[in-house]
Every structure is written in structure tokens, then in C-alpha cells.
């Protein structure tokens, strides 16, 4: 009976007007849902106060908790909060064919579940009723799930499921993960519904951040390695607030000390050699007018009067409107070839009475150092992007990992590599090297070099340097090293023309010296027989 005709009923029988009936009707229910919506309120504020403090506590637990653990402990509070045993994140791969365990609940493992999973991939069309939410994209409840006509069977040792609640994580109208419950005592309800889907989107969110730190992580250990691989020092100025950061390596560079340091430009200044010093700054000043890169070279005075000359490189920052900001960069230490450059002069100079007999020697010497130049440069212009060739080797031998320039080098692609033995990569002769140089390697855990030629694709052998530290990073927490390798066979192509050049040298010396000693034998015969001459002379006049 629908409320008017019940006041019409209740109007008749106690001889009041229906308008009265009416009004009493409406004020008694009035007061009987005025409660029901109080508490309602009340159990809304208090479970969005809850919500509250479950993302505030899983950020904090993340902090100083590993990915699984986080996905674990958000497991957890779900499965708290609805009184669900069972409980489960998968992530869902950008193919969106593709599903991965990635954790269960503390409960699920310890009460329920013996079934393997954890990390393993497998396609959703093979998945059980539970993957209805990516289909549908939204989540879905099944309350009683033996009834489900489409259901699959489970596989040993999984936990018997009663019923469930499964909610797909989404994100720019895809898929990403899925969160899901199971065995409520009572069925589970739309409230239910909106706790998962708040926290599994809260989960989503504090995973994306652990992902991006543990790249970044990663990102900053290999460019760490690269840097000190290559002894670069590195520097950040930020131009508007004069602040100049420099890593260990540049207080080396430039014979400086972290407690004297300045933290600004005038302590880049104050190092300069006074000679180098305003060709330095304005070159650094034309870099941040957008006049011309900063790729430089100049000298730098320590306290003690020691002289290096240091390569600079650096990269200008702007804001929207084209003005510098920032500048960041590496220095490296060129002193060695700056005087071995010296020294070359040198040299040159010494063997200038030597010039006719070895002029298309030298000019062949000069065209290989120019070249040794130019390649120098090209190597410091693209060191941001390809600074070495390094790979990841296991104890076995195997590559397990490799950048694009080792790929380039072996004249292969990337993927190629992988998984191949890098012995597969070096001359026959030289393998013994490589093999000794491994082994003291993994037995001592010193850094190795040492100098092989390495086969390449469709090209002639590579000399190579290969200079190797241990590594962490090998497979199921085996033992690895990381090898850096450059390319020396230009230096060496340069090493046996030079030994070829005084070795013609010293032939040609050998033989005017023969010549010299052929005449001074001719000269002192002609003298013993112009003594004799006079002699004869003397005794004729005599006589």
C-alpha cells in the first residue's frame, strides 16, 4: 500500500481529514529515517578519515620498505577493512594481453595459498572470471562465485573462493593493475566496492613512485660508474642563484678542498691559470648569451703550483623565455696529452736536420696525431650520450648486459649480444689474455686491464682496451663484472708506424755513418801517402 492510499484508509477509520493523516504520516517517517541518515554521514566521515590515514601510513611504509613489502602491507589493510582473507595484485602489461602476479596478502600466503605465481606472466584470455573487470573496466563482484557458469578451475595448492571483489586499476582509458579480494564472511556491497577501488588506485600510485626511484636509482649508479670510468669531474651552477655545486672528482681536478670551497662562480675563477683565465670566462659568459657551446680548454693553478690542463664541456639550461638558468658540465684531466703534445714538438724539433730523408714520414706521423686529435674531440662531444662502451659480464663469461656503443663497436646489434660469450668476440690468439685477465679479476676483486683485439662484423679486428670492476649486478645475486671498453686501434695503428719511422731513422743514421767512416778511411790513406811524398822529397834534396 503506497502512502496515500494509506492515508485514505487510516482517514476514514479514525474520522480525521486525509490532509492530517497525511502530516502525521510524513512526520513520523521523518523521524524514523532522520538517524539513518546521521550515521550514514557519521560512517562516510569516519571512512574517509580512514582512508586518510591508511595512504598517509603506506607512504611513510614505503619509504623504508621494498615494493613488495608496500604491496603486501596495502594488501593487508584491504583485506582489514572488508575482513577478506584473500588478497591479490597483478599488474597489467601495456599490451593489455598480458597479466603478472606481483604479490599476495600476508593472510592469502600464510592460510590459504600454496600455488606458485609470483612474477609469472600469462595471458588474460587464460585468466579466470576474476578478469571480468578489464573486460567490463570496472570492478566486479561475485557473490557467489560455484554459481559463476563461465568460471575456470583453479590450479593446485590456490584457496578455495567463496565469493570475491575485483577492481581494475585504470589509467588514460587502459588497464594497468588489478586489485582483488576474496571470501568475505557476508557478500560484499558498492561500499566495499569504493574501499578497493581507493586504495588500489592509492597502491598504483605509490608503486609508480617506487618504479621511477628504483630507476632513477639505477640511472645515477651507471652514470656514477661512467663518470669514474672516465675520471670525469662534474659540476652544476645554478646561474640565477650563483650556486655552484662540484663533485669529489672536480676538488681533485682542481686541487681544492670541500671545507674551503666557496659554492659560486668566483671559486671556478679564483682556480683558473692566470694566463687561461679571461678566455675562460668569456667563453663561459658567450655560452650563457646562446653565442656558442661551452667545449673549452684551459688551465688551472693549485695551491701547491701545480699546473693541470683540464677539458671543459658544459650544457646551458633555459626558462621559457630563453634565459640561461642552469649550466651543468664535466671537466677531465687532459695534462698528459698536453704534454705529450709538448713533447712531440720536442721531438720534431730534433729530428728537423733529419727533414728531407723523413718528410713523408713526419707528414704521415702529423696526419695520425691530427687524426688522434679529431677523434679526442668527436669522443668528448658525444660523451653525454655514448661516454664508453661498457658491458655486464658474468662469472661464466656471458654478456648480460651491453650499451648501443658497444653494439657499434662489434659492428652487431644490442640484443644481439646478450646471452653471448664474450670470448665469442676476440681473436684466437688473443683469448689466453682475456682468460687470465678474468680470472685474476673474479679471485682478487681488484680492478683488471688489459689489451686484445676484439672481432667486429664484416670489418677487420678492433684493439681494444678493456679495464674491469667487479659488479653486484649479475644474475640471481651471482657475481659480475662491469668492463669498459675503448677503442685503441687507432693509437696502435699509430705506435707501429712511429716504431717504423725510427727504425727507417736509425737505418738511415747507420748508414751516413758508414759513409762518414768510408771517407775518413779514404782521407787518412791519402794523408799517410802524402807524407810519404814529402818524405821522398826531403831525401832527394839531401842527396
Avoid at 566496492?193 to 597502491?203: G, H, K, N, Q
Avoid at 645515477?220 to 645554478?238: E, I, P
Wanted: net charge negative.
Amino acid at each position: 500500500m503506497n502512502k496515500s492510499a494509506l492515508a485514505q484508509t487510516l482517514s476514514r477509520e479514525l474520522n480525521l481529514t486525509v490532509e492530517t493523516v497525511s502530516s502525521i504520516i510524513n512526520t513520523i517517517l521523518d523521524a524514523m529515517t532522520e538517524p539513518l541518515i546521521k550515521d550514514d554521514n557519521i560512517a562516510k566521515e569516519e571512512l574517509s578519515q580512514s582512508f586518510i590515514k591508511i595512504r598517509l601510513s603506506l607512504i611513510e611504509y614505503a619509504i623504508s620498505h621494498t615494493l613488495d613489502e608496500l604491496m603486501t602491507q596495502s594488501l593487508d589493510e584491504v583485506g582489514a577493512l572488508l575482513d577478506s582473507p584473500i588478497g591479490f595484485y597483478h599488474f597489467v602489461e601495456p599490451d593489455q594481453k598480458t597479466l603478472s602476479l606481483q604479490q599476495w596478502s600476508t593472510r592469502t600466503l600464510k592460510e590459504f595459498c600454496r600455488a606458485e605465481g609470483k612474477g609469472i606472466h600469462y595471458s588474460i584470455d587464460q585468466a579466470g572470471v576474476w578478469v571480468d573487470c578489464l573486460h567490463q573496466k570496472k570492478a566486479v563482484i561475485h557473490n557467489d562465485y560455484s554459481s559463476l557458469p563461465h568460471k575456470k578451475g583453479m590450479p593446485e595448492g590456490h584457496a578455495k573462493v567463496v565469493r570475491e571483489l575485483v577492481v581494475p586499476v585504470i589509467r588514460n582509458d587502459k588497464a594497468v593493475a588489478i586489485l582483488g579480494v576474496g571470501n568475505k564472511p557476508t557478500d560484499y556491497t558498492q561500499r566495499d566496492v569504493e574501499i578497493v577501488s581507493y586504495l588500489a588506485d592509492v597502491t598504483w600510485e605509490i608503486v609508480q613512485k617506487k618504479r621511477a626511484e628504483a630507476e632513477l636509482i639505477q640511472y645515477f649508479q651507471r652514470l656514477k660508474l661512467a663518470t669514474a670510468s672516465g675520471k670525469l669531474g662534474v659540476w652544476d651552477w645554478n646561474v640565477e642563484e650563483n650556486v655552484m655545486v662540484w663533485d669529489d672528482r672536480m676538488f681533485e681536478l682542481y686541487g681544492s678542498s670541500r671545507n674551503t670551497f666557496q659554492s659560486n662562480i668566483g671559486a671556478w675563477k679564483n682556480c683558473l691559470h692566470p694566463d687561461d683565465k679571461q678566455r675562460a670566462i668569456d667563453e663561459s659568459n658567450a655560452a650563457l648569451a646562446g653565442e656558442k657551446e661551452f667545449d673549452t680548454t684551459f688551465r688551472v693553478l693549485h695551491p701547491d703550483g701545480t699546473v693541470k690542463y683540464l677539458k671543459g664541456d658544459g650544457m646551458i639550461i633555459r626558462d621559457p623565455n630563453g634565459k640561461a638558468i642552469q649550466m651543468i658540465g664535466i671537466n677531465r684531466d687532459i695534462t698528459e696529452s698536453k704534454l705529450a703534445e709538448e713533447e712531440l714538438r720536442r721531438s720534431q724539433h730534433e729530428l728537423d736536420s733529419y727533414r728531407i730523408e723523413l718528410e713523408l714520414q713526419n707528414e704521415d706521423l702529423r696526419n695520425t696525431q691530427d687524426e688522434l686529435e679529431k677523434s679526442h674531440r668527436r669522443y668528448a662531444d658525444l660523451y653525454n650520450f655514448a661516454p664508453v662502451a661498457y658491458l655486464t659480464v658474468s662469472e661464466k663469461g656471458l654478456i648480460l648486459e651491453a650499451n648501443l656503443t658497444a653494439a657499434t663497436q662489434l659492428g652487431v646489434t644490442r640484443q644481439s649480444l646478450i646471452k653471448k660469450p664474450l670470448t665469442s668476440f676476440i681473436m684466437q690468439a688473443d683469448q689466453d689474455i682475456y682468460y687470465r685477465h678474468r680470472k685474476v679479476l673474479f679471485e682478487t676483486g681488484a680492478q683488471q686491464t688489459c689489451e686484445l683485439r676484439l672481432l667486429r662484423l664484416d670489418s677487420p679486428p678492433l684493439w681494444a682496451l678493456l679495464k674491469a670492476t667487479m659488479s653486484p649486478d649479475g644474475e640471481k645475486g651471482k657475481p659480475a663484472c662491469r668492463v669498459v671498453v675503448a677503442d685503441i686501434h687507432e693509437r696502435k695503428q699509430a705506435e707501429e708506424k712511429l716504431r717504423i719511422a725510427y727504425a727507417e731513422l736509425e737505418l738511415r743514421v747507420q748508414e751516413r755513418t758508414a759513409q762518414l767512416s768510408d771517407a775518413n778511411a779514404a782521407l787518412s790513406i791519402e794523408m799517410e801517402e802524402h807524407k810519404q811524398v814529402e818524405e821522398d822529397l826531403r831525401k832527394y834534396k839531401k842527396g
